[in-house]
């Protein structure tokens, strides 16, 4: 009985993807160049990484990154149609794998470059004005909430690998390994509204958790409360209509609503 073409391209791709075998009976003299197709299949996954993670390439080195980058396709294969998203796995997994777990650095290298790569090629969309802000109603306040620009990411990073990446980035050599952190810092990466280029901070504390919480749909109330456990209560209104101004200015903003109401 013969095999359809199809059920031949399905045992094909499930070699490439998951190395199975059931395709070896069907190939001529055993299929001698086979291999040369597991070999190509899984170096162009790791030369893909290799653009998206050009910093923590040379954070490893030559030889660690390609056995790192190849053990990662090898824990997490690609399975979607496009291999953009190949690497939103890698930096939790090296934060997990025996060999990188315990060295911050690493981890937080990838987290920033799929953070400002997202920032970089996420859909755009048009940003809430200042005018819009003043249009806002009094009564409307304590129950607004915020959608914000598709192109606005975080990570959160254990090690300050900014300088190591714009060095890379500029073609210069990094003067230093990165440092770790005392504590955690949340960066955003966002593409900002007039020049379109990518843009990048880290956010205080407050900051992170009021952004966070307008993520997460909670009301400009609520993330004044927020703010407050973080600093003087009676600076606390103060504080979250600056950091909203800064984030209209940044574009960060696309939508304001209040349950129940219009203007």
Same mark, same amino acid.
């Given at each position: 009985?013969?095999?359809?073409?199809?059920?031949?391209?399905?045992?094909?791709?499930?070699?490439?993807?998951?190395?199975?075998?059931?395709?070896?009976?069907?190939?001529?003299?055993?299929?001698?160049?086979?291999?040369?197709?597991?070999?190509?299949?899984?170096?162009?996954?790791?030369?893909?990484?290799?653009?998206?993670?050009?910093?923590?390439?040379?954070? =490893?080195?030559?030889?660690?990154?390609?056995?790192?980058?190849?053990?990662?396709?090898?824990?997490?294969?690609?399975?979607?149609?496009?291999?953009?998203?190949?690497?939103?796995?890698?930096?939790?997994?090296?934060?997990?794998?025996?060999?990188?777990?315990?060295?911050?650095?690493?981890?937080?290298?990838?987290?920033?470059?799929?953070?400002?790569?997202?920032?970089?090629?996420?859909?755009?969309?048009?940003?809430?004005?200042? =005018?819009?802000?003043?249009?806002?109603?009094?009564?409307?306040?304590?129950?607004?909430?915020?959608?914000?620009?598709?192109?606005?990411?975080?990570?959160?990073?254990?090690?300050?690998?900014?300088?190591?990446?714009?060095?890379?980035?500029?073609?210069?050599?990094?003067?230093?390994?990165?440092?770790?952190?005392?504590?955690?810092?949340?960066?955003?990466?966002?593409?900002?509204?007039?020049?379109?280029?990518?843009?990048?901070?880290?956010?205080?504390?407050?900051?992170?958790?009021?952004?966070?919480?307008?993520?997460?749909?909670?009301?400009?109330?609520?993330?004044?409360?927020?703010?407050?456990?973080?600093?003087?209560?009676?600076?606390?209104?103060?504080?979250?209509?600056?950091? =909203?101004?800064?984030?209209?200015?940044?574009?960060?903003?696309?939508? =304001?609503?209040?349950?129940?109401?219009?203007?």
């Amino acid at each position: 009985m013969s095999t359809s073409l199809s059920d031949l391209q399905g045992m094909f791709q499930s070699r490439l993807l998951s190395g199975e075998h059931d395709i070896d009976p069907h190939l001529h003299a055993g299929g001698p160049f086979m291999k040369a197709y597991d070999h190509a299949y899984r170096a162009r996954l790791v030369e893909i990484l290799t653009e998206d993670f050009e910093a923590l390439h040379t954070l =490893l080195g030559d030889e660690q990154f390609f056995r790192t980058m190849q053990d990662y396709v090898d824990a997490h294969p690609s399975t979607t149609r496009s291999v953009r998203w190949l690497g939103r796995h890698l930096a939790g997994w090296l934060k997990q794998t025996e060999d990188w777990s315990a060295h911050p650095a690493v981890s937080s290298m990838a987290a920033l470059e799929w953070m400002i790569g997202l920032a970089f090629d996420s859909p755009d969309a048009a940003p809430v004005a200042i =005018l819009d802000i003043g249009a806002v109603p009094p009564e409307a306040w304590p129950m607004l909430t915020f959608t914000l620009h598709p192109a606005l990411h975080t990570a959160v990073l254990e090690s300050d690998v900014v300088p190591f990446y714009q060095a890379v980035k500029a073609e210069q050599d990094p003067d230093a390994a990165p440092v770790r952190y005392e504590q955690p810092v949340t960066w955003a990466a966002w593409r900002d509204p007039h020049s379109l280029m990518v843009t990048y901070r880290a956010l205080e504390t407050d900051e992170a958790l009021a952004l966070q919480a307008a993520r997460d749909g909670q009301t400009f109330d609520a993330i004044c409360e927020l703010i407050a456990d973080c600093t003087e209560a009676d600076e606390a209104a103060v504080r979250a209509a600056g950091l =909203l101004r800064v984030w209209v200015e940044s574009g960060w903003l696309i939508g =304001l609503d209040a349950e129940g109401m219009s203007w």
